[in-house]
């Protein structure tokens, strides 16, 4: 059986508690080899910091590490000193996205979506970086059609990507019919899923709002179901997103890209379960 490639996103500790957390995390995760890891950054920022010194302390490791890169709020001055220090550090590999600005907070800056981050990071340092950038099976909450959604996610592949992550979804159908329509339109590049385990209901409910997820209704009343029974819900989630995940794998996706939320056991359980 071919293995799976699998990768894995983190967000940048705020407390060195939280740092020491997340060292635990990368070392239960480990095993099972992934083929690199990514680290969120704050619109606007707000985590420069943290998402450099987390890539740092990973690429030490030896394990492969992606920042995540997000435009807006920014401007091309300090998105070029961001992309020199990664360079500098040796990483090769980013997640280039717009981003979300926190409400009420700054200009948009100079680059208005991910499809000008793209063509200015190939512009300004030709092929260094490897980019990924983000899909949306269930198209984008901010889109204005998904006919359109589609046509601007194809114009920022073809600014340059070498690869997707999808937002995560419980809709394998959602995310097939998404490939589809992008390969009609000439996009060739890999689009690998993002999967969320499933681990706390309220928390799902108002994150898959946040970000236009669609968590389906039997899932949904299932989970509310079982009320503070937190061993009932992880169970649950665990079949719920392993049946989803081995759809994928029947279909011969390019890889699974899990977000961790900094905890090892769910995306771990799930992998297990996998054989991965
Ligand atoms: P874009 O591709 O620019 O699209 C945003 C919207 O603009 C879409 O509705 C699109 O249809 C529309 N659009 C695009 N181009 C045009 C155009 N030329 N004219 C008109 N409309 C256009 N957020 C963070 O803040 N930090 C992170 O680390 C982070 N990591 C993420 C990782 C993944 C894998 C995913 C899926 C999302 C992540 N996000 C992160 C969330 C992301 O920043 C938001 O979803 C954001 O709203 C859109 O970013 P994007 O790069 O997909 O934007």
Request: glycine share 8%.
């Amino acid at each position: 059986m071919k293995p799976i490639e699998l990768s894995f996103e983190f967000f940048p500790p705020k407390t060195a508690e939280g740092v020491d957390k997340l060292r635990a995390t990368r070392a239960q995760l480990a095993p099972l080899k992934p083929k690199f890891v990514s680290v969120t950054f704050g619109a606007g920022g707000s985590t420069q910091q943290g998402t450099l010194d987390t890539v740092v302390d990973i690429a030490r490791e030896g394990i492969e590490a992606a920042p995540h890169v997000s435009c807006i709020g920014s401007s091309k001055d300090s998105l070029r000193a961001i992309l020199n220090e990664y360079r500098a550090h040796g990483i090769r590999h980013i997640v280039a996205l717009r981003g979300d600005l926190p409400s009420g907070m700054g200009e948009v800056g100079e680059l208005r979506y991910a499809s000008e981050l793209v063509s200015f990071i190939r512009a300004e340092f030709g092929d260094w970086f490897w980019i990924e950038v983000a899909g949306y099976p269930e198209y984008h909450p901010q889109s204005r059609s998904p006919r359109h959604d589609m046509d601007n996610f194809v114009r920022k592949v073809k600014a340059g990507a070498n690869s997707v992550i999808t937002q995560y979804f419980f809709n394998a159908d959602a995310y097939f019919r998404f490939v589809d329509d992008a390969q009609k339109l000439g996009v060739d590049v890999p689009v690998v899923p993002g999967i969320m385990p499933i681990t706390n209901y309220s928390q799902l409910m108002r994150f898959s709002e946040m970000c236009g997820a669609e968590v389906p209704r039997w899932v949904a009343r299932r989970l509310e179901s079982f009320g503070d029974d937190r061993e009932s819900i992880r169970a649950f989630g665990l079949d719920v997103v392993t049946d989803l995940c081995e759809r994928l794998l029947d279909a011969n996706v390019p890889g699974l890209h899990f977000y961790t939320l900094n905890g090892a056991a769910a995306t771990k359980a799930i992998c297990e379960r996998l054989h991965a």
